[in-house]
Nanobody, 121 residues
């Protein structure tokens, strides 16, 4: 059973850096030619793919977020991390991690349960 679990602060102040972690169990983030994504759903907006890290450690980002977003991993803990710098209230969203997300179908092999993050002073 593959499980993904997001963790991190639920409240972040404007201009700070948001940091979220996705802990993976039942699978290895370094195996299987897989890629591991971060997505978010902002109020009244659709699901937004933010970026991904592959089984080999390569990273890919949504061009609209690339300058503020960084994805990394800790293979010893089998987890990967999202950082978003200089956050504003527009970054308030439910953040998800996922395995094998496909942008054409908006589906993934596995999803985390989601984590509400609010940006507010």
């Amino acid at each position: 059973q593959v499980r993904l679990q997001e963790s991190g602060p639920g409240l972040v102040k404007p201009s700070q850096t948001l940091s979220l972690t996705c802990a993976v169990s039942g699978d290895s983030i370094t195996a299987g030619y897989d890629y591991w994504s971060w997505l978010r759903q902002r109020p009244r907006k659709g699901l937004e793919w933010m970026g991904a890290i592959t089984y080999s450690g390569n990273t890919y980002y949504n061009p609209s977020l690339k300058t503020r977003t960084s994805i990394s991993r800790d293979t010893s803990k089998n987890q990967f991390t999202l950082q978003v710098s200089s956050v504003t209230p527009e970054d308030t969203a439910v953040y998800y991690c996922a395995k094998g997300f496909k942008s054409d179908t908006q589906e993934a092999d596995y999803w985390g349960q989601g984590l509400q993050v609010t940006v507010s002073s």
